[in-house]
Each structure stands twice: as C-alpha cells, then as structure tokens.
C-alpha cells in the first residue's frame, strides 16, 4: 500500500567514486552537461545554429538527517486545508471507513513525492527496468510526521471546518473529527478589497488593527510559537487560502525589497494578505508557497527574499484541467499537429467556486490557467510565427507571435459542490487542411486532487533547504539553491521562476527536472530514455 513505509525497508546506495556518504550528508561530484546555441544570420538569409557542448562541474550536498518539520496552511479551514489534514490523519492513525464500495484504506494516491515511482536503471542480469518510490530518492519527510498547523479568517475548528467542506465521506469525518476537535486555525490577516465580498460572512478570526507592519510581526511570531511549541526545526508555509486579487506593481511600492518594507510600515493598500506572509516567511526563513493565482510574488517580494536566501514558490496548485492541456497541447505541438483553439470551461460549487464567482479574482485564476501553452507553441515556430520584436498589433499592443486562441470559463454551481466538472475542446489544424477536435471531460473532487499537493509542495520545499552546491573546484563555499524554487513547477500552474529565465510549463520536462536534480544529488546521470544497449548490437 501507499501509505506504507517505504523508506524504511527499501534503501538505494550508489556504487560510484564520485558519491561520497557519511552519517551526516551525501555528497556528489557531478558532471553538468549543456549545449549553448549561438545563431548566427547570414548575408543570404540563411540562419546557422552553432551549437557547442559545454560541461560544467558542480559537487552538491545533501543532509540525510530528516528535520522535523512542520506544516502551516494559510486558510487551513478551506476544502484543501481540511481535506490533506484528515487524510495525514487517517494514514498516521491507519484509520479505514466504510463508503458505498466497502472498506476504504488511506492512502496518498496523487502525491508525487508518496505515490509515484522514478527509473532508477537497468538490472544486468535481465536487462529489466528498475524502479524505486520518488520518495526513497534522497531522504524526505513523511507526511505522517508533520505535525500541522495554521490560520484561517475563519475560526470554526477543524472538525466543523472539514464537514463544512463536504469533501469526504462521513465515517471518515467521523473517525478523524476527534482528532480535529481540538485544532483551531490562528486568526489571520484579513484586508476585505482582496478576496470576494462574498467571503465576509466567514471573517470571525482576523487579526486586530490596521498596521501592516503589526500584522508582519504577528505572523512571525505565530511561526515561533508553533515552532517552539511542538518543538520543530522546520517550518514550511503553503498559501491554501482565497485566490485574491491581483495587486498593482506600482514604482516605489513594490518593485524592490526596501520599497516593500517602507510599503508595509506606511500600510500601503495594494500589500496584499499573501504577500503579507510572503515578508514574514521569508523574515523567519520559513519556505513559504504560494497555492494559489495571485501575483504575491511582486518584484520586491522576491528580491526580499533573494536578499534573505530564503525559499519561496509559486503559483496555483495545478491539479486537472490545467495538467492535462499542458499534456495534450505539448503532444500536440510535438507531433506536428497545429492547435488552433483550446476552449475551457468548468463549473464547481465549493467555496473556491464561489470566491472566483467576483470578477477580480476570476481575472487572477483566469491569468494563471491561461500561460500554460505559451512557451510550448512559442518552442514551435513551423507551426506557429514568431514574435516580432518591436511590431505593435491593431490595437496597438506588442506583437506576441501567432498562438491558438485560448479561453477559460469558470461557473459557480452550489448545488455539484466539490464535484468539480471540467470540459475542453481542442480544435487542431491536421495535414492538408483537416481539423481534429479533442473533447475532454473531467469530473472529480477538486480538493483531492489537490490536497496531496500540499503535501509534495512541502516535502520538495523542505528537501531543497537541505541541498546546498559549489559551482566548480574554485568554490569553496557550499551555496544554498537559488530562492525561487522553480523545481516545485510540476504542481503549479503559473511557475515563478528566476526572474530573466524561461518559464517551462511542459509537465514531462517538470517531472524530468525535478527527477533528474535528484538523481544529480545522488551522482546519477540524468534520464535520458537513450537506452542504447536495446538499440545496438
Ligand atoms: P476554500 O475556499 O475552501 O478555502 C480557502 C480558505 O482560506 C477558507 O477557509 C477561507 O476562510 C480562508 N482564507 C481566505 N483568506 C484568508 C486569509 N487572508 N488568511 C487565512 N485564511 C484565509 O478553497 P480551497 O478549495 O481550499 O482552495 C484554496 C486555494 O487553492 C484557492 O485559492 C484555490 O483557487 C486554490 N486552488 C485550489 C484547487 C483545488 O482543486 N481545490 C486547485 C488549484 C488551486
Ligand atoms: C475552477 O477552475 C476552480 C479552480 O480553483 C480550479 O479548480 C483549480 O485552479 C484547478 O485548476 P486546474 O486547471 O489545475 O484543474
């Protein structure tokens, strides 16, 4: 089963000169291997790629000591909040329920890091592939032994908040809600203009006054608290809470770390909830991830936390509808077969519905749902025309290339609840003029396919502050990685990422990154699927 311990009973030991273990770290001197492509334009119009393979040599360290760590949600009350609390909980405590199909066991099914599995390498002896759980790579924490915790403008204490949720059955609400009694989300920031005004009705646990810098400290302690507490080296923060606004980037306000800082001590309006947390995780060194559409990452959020070498991610849980386009549309461009139209749709009825039922926060979801094609057409330009630098559109906007017209709906419907049912049409260009159309329909709850990544979220967060590197044998220093965890991509839908890079939105290439950066901590070489002993004599 799943939930099962793996870690404990399966181990990997790499037999090669270049990894080194000890009881504290396993180190790796490893090898990277890149191409750099110059293009050069020639008088008779013809372009050259001048393509030079370039090595470079890095050592990275991993500390094997598993810290114990906690896991804060900002709006642990909401479905996805309530719903990964009483699945940890009923894993931890082995606690099975009955449902229309008999005896239910729990599991993490849809978790990346506890349920899926990654090729380790052949077996000489049957030529066989070798796999081991993505978990059992490098030591991580086991969601069991988070121990959680959280804010929530609402107050409502975890056992109500999940049955309000409607998202599990009920004898497994019955079982885990004693455990739940006792938890009550911590009051949180609450600034009304960001979220719906639909929300009001649940804002009974806000923090006092109106000073921002006051609401800053506040959360520090908080982290403090709850890290002292329960006695904790770690604490990561994932942002579960109400898809907001987006916020204005505005000159002097937001757009570098000190002017962030002087925006919050002057209670600037357009420092939203979430960036709020973003300033107080960083200020604590707490990895905080943003789950959800909205821009709380402005420019001075993430030089704040480059300044501080602290961790952050983002944004928007990616679960469904947006992992599969990024799939299909990929499969599409790559097979040479030419989207033309992806048309979106989807109606849900939990809270999350409701929220983006206001037009300001649909306008953030519909952003973060509607990039994840752009740099997979944009990578193809037989099929699509390039931008042209400088060229301006009809109406007057910078030309961004040909792409495959792109709308996203989404309906509030109380009565389907979490049953969230999303459709797409992809409407392609075949050979000669033909047309393809591919409909897709997924109905399922949203929160499930959610919930577990929360969890990766906070186990590749927390492994990545224990991965440090030196670039080259003239480094003498080991180096954090650098603080936007781009490596997180594979489940969020809009990746931050290190300002002046390329977002990749293609989930095999997320998936391989992040595979491939394990296995270059354990001084693997990556994946290449090459498998050449299959192909030659
Ligand atoms: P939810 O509406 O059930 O829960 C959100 C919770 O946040 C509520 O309990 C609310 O009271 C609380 N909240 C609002 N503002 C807050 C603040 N400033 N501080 C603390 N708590 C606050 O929503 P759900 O379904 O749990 O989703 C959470 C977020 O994740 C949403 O932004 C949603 O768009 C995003 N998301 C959800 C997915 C899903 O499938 N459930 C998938 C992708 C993203
Ligand atoms: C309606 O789309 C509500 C949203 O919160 C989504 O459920 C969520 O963003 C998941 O979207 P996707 O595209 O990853 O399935």
């Known amino acids: 089963p799943t939930n099962a311990r793996h870690e404990?009973?399966?181990?990997?030991?790499?037999?090669?000169?270049?990894?080194?273990?000890?009881?504290?770290?396993?180190?790796?001197?490893?090898k990277y291997l890149n191409t750099h492509v110059e293009k050069v334009h020639h008088d008779d119009g013809t372009t050259e790629y001048v393509a030079t393979p370039i090595e470079r040599q890095y050592q990275f360290k991993t500390e094997r000591k598993v810290p114990r760590t906690g896991l804060m949600m900002v709006g642990w009350g909401g479905n996805n909040g309530t719903t990964i609390t009483a699945t940890i909980l009923a894993n931890k405590h082995n606690i099975t329920w009955h449902n229309k199909d008999g005896v239910q066991v729990p599991n993490y099914y849809g978790s990346l890091v506890r349920a899926s599995t990654i090729r380790l390498g052949t077996d000489p002896a049957t030529g066989k592939d070798v796999w081991v759980p993505f978990s059992n790579v490098l030591p991580m924490v086991h969601p069991n032994d988070l121990v959680l915790g959280g804010w929530d403008i609402s107050g409502l204490p975890m056992d109500q908040a999940m049955a309000r949720s409607k998202v599990l059955d009920y004898d497994l609400q019955r079982q885990v809600a004693p455990y739940m009694a006792e938890m009550k989300p911590l009051a949180s920031v609450y600034y009304p203009d960001f979220i719906a005004q639909n929300q009001e009705e649940r804002a009974d646990n806000t923090l006092p006054g109106q000073s921002k810098a006051a609401h800053v400290d506040q959360i520090r302690a908080d982290i403090r608290e709850f890290k002292r507490q329960n006695n904790l080296d770690k604490v990561i923060v994932v942002w579960t809470a109400n898809t907001e606004r987006y916020s204005e980037i505005l000159a002097g306000v937001n757009d570098t770390a000190d002017n962030l800082l002087k925006a919050v001590e002057q209670n600037h309006d357009e420092v939203s909830p979430s960036t709020i947390f973003a300033i107080a995780c960083i200020l604590e060194n707490a990895p905080y991830v943003n789950g959800a559409?909205?821009?709380?990452?402005?420019?001075?959020?993430?030089?704040?936390?480059?300044?501080?070498?602290?961790?952050?991610?983002?944004?928007?849980?990616?679960?469904?509808?947006?992992?599969?386009?990024?799939v299909l549309a990929e499969f599409l461009v790559n097979a040479g077969i030419k989207p033309l139209s992806i048309a979106s749709y989807n109606h849900l009825g939990n809270n999350d519905g409701y929220n983006l039922s206001s037009q300001r926060q649909f306008k953030s979801k519909e952003i973060s749902k509607a990039s994840v094609v752009d740099d997979c057409c944009a990578a193809n330009h037989l099929l699509y025309r390039p931008a042209v630098p400088g060229k301006k559109t009809a109406d007057g906007k910078a030309d961004k290339g040909e792409h495959p017209d792109h709308c996203i709906v989404i309906k509030y419907q109380p009565a389907v609840g979490d049953q969230k049912v999303a459709m797409d049409d992809y409407t392609s260009e075949l050979c000669m003029g033909g047309r393809n159309r591919l409909y897709v329909t997924n109905l399922c709850e949203d929160s499930l396919l959610a919930s577990p990544l929360l969890l990766d979220l906070t186990i590749l967060a927390e492994l990545m502050t224990r991965i440090t590197y030196k670039a080259g044998a003239d480094d003498k220093e080991w180096n954090s990685m650098y603080s936007v965890l781009s490596l997180l991509s594979y489940s969020l839908k809009a990746p931050v990422v290190k300002p002046g890079t390329d977002v990749v939105n293609s989930l095999n290439r997320q998936r391989a990154a992040c595979t491939n950066f394990l296995r270059a901590c354990l001084g693997l070489a990556p994946e290449s699927d090459l498998l050449l002993e299959t192909r030659v004599w």
């Open 8 to 30: 404990q009973r399966e181990f990997i030991r790499v037999n090669s000169d270049k990894v080194q273990y000890t009881n504290e770290a396993i180190t790796t001197d490893y």
């Open 293 to 326: 559409p909205q821009n709380t990452f402005v420019p001075g959020c993430i030089e704040l936390a480059e300044k501080h070498k602290a961790f952050i991610g983002g944004d928007d849980l990616k679960t469904g509808q947006t992992k599969v386009k990024s």
